[in-house]
């Protein structure tokens, strides 16, 4: 295991300099996510419980020897904040996938005698050797070492701050949208903490204090939903309305990566063929229990065998969940209407042994205009409640599907047909 740690010296020298941040005034969904995507945090309480000015605290580190050992420092720092802001109970701290801050380290005085302790993270391996896994746990107060690592166990100053919901780790992926309640800072760490939430070199960042106090409502609610965006606990930007059932997609594992990557965790945005394909096989994945296997080569020229979509069209293609446009193209990039979209599911339940009935029309007002060739699909899925309308009984067979429409079918079929 490689022991990681910040470098107190230099974290010493550039605390002072820590921002503070408040929370953004928005009109629209686009600009909270022209904010998130800017790298600021965005708090959802317009006020602080309280600020105070050229406050001095005490902070106590730990020294690290070349022999894994962790000791706490006999003298305490002094720091100087030109304002330090207070968080209550309450509060919920969101970033994007710009944010360059992935770094959370604590310090804690529970005793309230002006020394904040420096809080160490356990990181442990649990397991065997193929099938282990870190297990990581605050150190608690009282233990003041020195503490030893080992090949199994070792010692950290932060955390890693990762995608989604309160995921902090002592080996994190700083990928995607990420929340932090305050609520969760307090149970890991205590009341009366500062956090430290900086760049790897400490350098910079944002500093708090949790009271541990419940939120008045004199704080105000600033919360990102207010704007009709809202971020699912797997760590995507959805519409509010899609926000648990995005949560839940990913629970499933029916978000690819690619999609992920494609939209940089934001969901909102249409869906293509070659995305739609990654999410059908994901589904098909989650319904059998299984990873598919390719056995043959794309017959697609226009499919890079070095883009990430070549397994997805491939696996797709072999299922025969996805045609080509042509037998010898797949428009990877073109975007899928409703009527295919509801073919290509549908498929996924006709490869798992289900029946789609032949329908010679559906009961919606457009069906003149859906093809002949989904119609028996879209007539399964609205009688399952699986795919509807989009209002006054219309289908909208030509209109295009966004990610987070395409989940939700994903979903409602993994929950009813699977």
């Not at 005793?111 to 297990?135: A, H, M």
């Not at 930007?237 to 499933?252: F, M, N, Y």
Request: hydrophobic share 40%; glycine share 10%; charged share 20%.
């Amino acid at each position: 295991m490689t022991h990681k740690r910040m470098l107190s010296a230099l974290l010493a020298a550039a605390m002072a300099f820590g921002l503070l941040c408040h929370p953004a005034a928005a009109a629209s969904p686009s600009e909270v996510t022209d904010v998130l995507d800017g790298g600021t945090i965005w708090t959802d309480a317009i006020k602080n419980e309280r600020e105070e000015t050229s406050v001095t605290v005490k902070l106590r580190y730990h020294d690290w020897g070349d022999d894994r050992t962790v000791t706490p420092q006999a003298e305490p720092a002094e720091l100087t904040f030109l304002r330090l802001s207070h968080l209550p109970l309450g509060v919920t701290l969101t970033v994007g996938p710009d944010f360059a801050f992935d770094n959370l380290l604590a310090y804690s005085d529970p005793d309230g005698d002006g020394v904040y302790e420096e809080r160490l993270i356990r990181s442990s391996w649990t397991g065997g050797e193929d099938d282990g896994y870190y297990e990581d746990e605050v150190v608690p107060l009282p233990e003041q070492g020195p503490l030893v690592g080992s090949d199994s166990v070792d010692y950290y100053n932060y955390y890693e701050w990762s995608q989604g919901k309160n995921a902090l780790f002592s080996t994190g992926y700083p990928y995607g949208y990420r929340t932090l309640t305050t609520d969760y800072l307090v149970e890991l760490f205590g009341p009366n903490t500062l956090i430290h939430i900086c760049e790897e070199t400490g350098a910079a960042g944002y500093w708090w204090l949790l009271t541990g106090h419940p939120r008045g409502e004199d704080l105000g609610d600033d919360s990102i939903e207010n704007y009709r965006v809202a971020v699912a606990d797997s760590g995507h930007l959805t519409s509010v309305w899609a926000k648990d059932i995005v949560g839940r997609a990913g629970d499933s594992g029916l978000i690819p990566f690619l999609v992920e990557y494609n939209h940089r965790y934001d969901l909102r945005g249409p869906v293509t063929r070659a995305e739609f394909a990654a999410i059908a096989v994901s589904l098909y994945e989650a319904m059998t229990g299984q990873i598919y296997q390719c056995t043959g080569e794309s017959p697609f020229a226009d499919v890079d065998p070095d883009n990430d979509n070549y397994f997805w069209i491939l696996a797709a293609y072999e299922l025969k969940i996805v045609n080509g446009m042509t037998p010898a193209t797949f428009e990877p990039d073109r975007l899928v209407s409703r009527q295919d979209a509801a073919l290509m599911l549908a498929r996924v339940y006709e490869r798992l042994g289900g029946k789609i009935p032949s329908v010679s029309a559906t009961s919606f007002v457009d069906d003149a205009h859906i093809r002949s060739y989904a119609r028996g699909a879209v007539a399964f899925l609205s009688a399952n409640d699986i795919l509807n309308g989009v209002g006054g009984n219309r289908f909208d067979p030509k209109g295009t599907a966004t990610v987070e429409q395409a989940l939700k079918i994903a979903l409602e079929m993994l929950d009813k047909l699977g």
